[in-house]
C-alpha cells in the first residue's frame, strides 16, 4: 500500500481499533496470475506476538478455500471511516477535491482450523458481536440442535493467519494546513444526516486537533 510520509500508521493500538471497528475484511490471494478476492467477518486476536493473528471462516464452496492451503499467502483489506472532501471546505483557494480514508492491510499465510478451532471461532465471533448489542440477550450456539450444529459446521471452514505485516495508511488532510483541516472538519460536522462525515471529522480530530 502506498504510504506518504504524513498518512503512515503505525501505532498497533489505532490499526487494532479500526479492525475491531470495520471487521467486515476483503481476503485478496493470487492464484496462477489471476487475483481473486472475497469479503468475510474477521476476528482479530492477540497472541502475544508482534501483530497478533485473524480468524474467519468461509462456505466449503468458496474457491478461496482450496486456495487458502497453508503455503500461499493472502492479503486482509480493512476499510475504515471515509468521505468526500470538497475543495470549497479549505480556507485555501485553488485546491482540488479528494477523499479522505482510513485503511488497514494485514499480510501472512492462513492456515486451515481443525474443528474445536473452528467451535472456538464461532463462539468468539458471535460472541463479540453480540455484546454489542446489550441488552439484548445475546445468542449462543447452545440454542442449536447439536445434530444441526455439527451439520451446519461441515459446511464452512475456518482459518487463522497470523499477521506478517500490518500497514495503516490514515489520509486525513494532515499534508493541509491547520485552516484547511479546520475547515474540513467543520464542514463535515454540519452534514447531520451523513453519519459518514462525523466519523471522517472524528477520526481527524483523533489525529490531533488543528493548531
Not at 506518504?4 to 503505525?10: A, E, L, N, T, V
Not at 455484546?131 to 461441515?154: F, N
Request: glycine residues 8%; aromatic residues 6%; hydrophobic residues 40%.
Amino acid at each position: 500500500m502506498y504510504q506518504p510520509g504524513p498518512f503512515r500508521i503505525d501505532d498497533p493500538a489505532r490499526l487494532q481499533a479500526l479492525i475491531d471497528r470495520h471487521p467486515l475484511c476483503l481476503v485478496v490471494v493470487a492464484v496462477d496470475g489471476e487475483v481473486h478476492a472475497n469479503p468475510v467477518p474477521v476476528l482479530a486476536t492477540a497472541d502475544g506476538s508482534a501483530h497478533g493473528r485473524l480468524r474467519f471462516h468461509l462456505a466449503r464452496g468458496n474457491p478461496l478455500c482450496n486456495w487458502l492451503d497453508g503455503e500461499r499467502p493472502a492479503l486482509m483489506v480493512f476499510s475504515g471511516e471515509q468521505h468526500y472532501v470538497s475543495p470549497d471546505w479549505y480556507a485555501s483557494a485553488q485546491l482540488v477535491p479528494t477523499w479522505n480514508y482510513a485503511m488497514v492491510q494485514a499480510r501472512g499465510i492462513p492456515t486451515v482450523l481443525d474443528d474445536s478451532g473452528l467451535c472456538q471461532l464461532l463462539e468468539d465471533l458471535s460472541g463479540t458481536h453480540e455484546q454489542a448489542l446489550k441488552p439484548k440477550i445475546p445468542w449462543t450456539t447452545d440454542k442449536l440442535e447439536t445434530a444441526l450444529y455439527t451439520r451446519m459446521r461441515k459446511g464452512i471452514r475456518g482459518f487463522e493467519m497470523p499477521i506478517d505485516s500490518l500497514q495503516g495508511k490514515w489520509k486525513m488532510s494532515q499534508n493541509r494546513g491547520a485552516d484547511d483541516r479546520r475547515g474540513v472538519i467543520e464542514a463535515l460536522d454540519r452534514l447531520p444526516e451523513d453519519a459518514g462525515a462525523r466519523q471522517v471529522a472524528a477520526c481527524m480530530r483523533d489525529l490531533g486537533e488543528p493548531d
